[in-house]
């Protein structure tokens, strides 16, 4: 194999790695949001499982965004909250 053959292999195998790798920050965010979220068991276990594979930054970026919306309320169920997200929950 010619040296222009490794480089345009080199090119696409790393085009490969960064479209189906998501970074770590994004994985630690997914399992802190699931931990909190109020999601069925079955959508957890799916959950749980997709993180074990290998999932694109963009299927992350869309996990995120869902358990972002699925999140308890602290204000309506009664646990601690702050000022801040009275404020917040008022302008909804």
Known sequence: MGAYAREFLSIRMNYIDELFNSDYNQISKIESLLKTAILTPMELDEY?????????????????????????????????????????????
């Open 48 to 92: 749980w499982r997709e993180l074990k594979g290998c999932i694109s930054e963009d299927r992350a970026n869309e996990i995120i965004e869902y358990l972002y919306k699925n999140q308890v309320d602290p204000i309506a169920a009664g646990h601690n909250y702050s000022q801040s997200q009275i404020k917040k929950k008022n302008e909804l």
